[in-house]
């Protein structure tokens, strides 16, 4: 899988036209996804430190849906602050809090 969000929202868009040709009654739950992948990637660009990529999905997102956009802006905004901490931080903070911390995902990966 890419890296490249801009390169995945190209693909998203390529597989979501033929789905629109293929399955037509879905078409409000396609709409409704495809603003669920563009913050989703908007979001992905900002933590990667790509500001030109969010800039246009996120734009993007305004056009589509000035409404949604707007309600969503806080949480993407919490979303990139949490992912911009650094690991060394966060851990801290939970020591602090008595927080269990969860084990690295390659642990859990590792040991199935």
Request: glycine share 4%.
């Amino acid at each position: 899988m890419s890296s490249d969000v801009m390169q995945m929202f190209r693909s998203y868009e390529i597989v979501l036209a033929e789905f629109r040709e293929k399955y037509p009654l879905f078409g409000s739950d396609l709409n409704a996804h495809l603003l669920d992948t563009i913050n989703g990637l908007a979001v992905r660009a900002l933590i990667q430190g790509r500001p030109s990529a969010a800039w246009y999905l996120s734009k993007k997102l305004f056009v589509l849906e000035p409404r949604t956009a707007i309600s969503r802006l806080p949480h993407t905004l919490n979303v990139c602050c949490r992912g911009l901490v650094p690991r060394w931080i966060k851990i801290r903070v939970k020591r602090r809090r008595n927080a269990e911390s969860r084990p690295l995902y390659e642990k859990i990966y590792l040991e199935r």
